[in-house]
């Protein structure tokens, strides 16, 4: 496992150690944590971004239902 080192405001320190000992987290684990998270949003929204850059052709309701085989 890397390590890493940032720079984060005072405040920003002060706010995760209480939330930390508040809830009995472990602060490593929690910053973990939140990077995933926020490279999951930012991988989702970078792929949806690359898609809808390239054109597309839309289809009517009907058809996805005939091509699944649902049709009324």
């Known amino acids: 496992m890397a390590t890493l080192s940032i720079r984060i405001d005072d405040d920003i320190k002060a706010r ?8 009995g987290l472990n602060q490593s684990q929690l910053f973990r944590q939140a990077i995933e998270e926020k490279l999951e ?3 989702d929204f970078y ?3 690359e ?7 839309t289809v009517s ?4 239902w005939k091509e699944l085989g649902i049709e009324d």
């Open 41 to 43: 949003e930012l991988e």
């Open 16 to 23: 995760w150690a209480k939330l930390s000992a508040d809830f």
């Open 51 to 57: 898609r809808l850059d390239r054109p597309f052709k």
């Open 61 to 64: 309701n009907d058809d996805v």
């Open 47 to 49: 792929a949806i971004r």
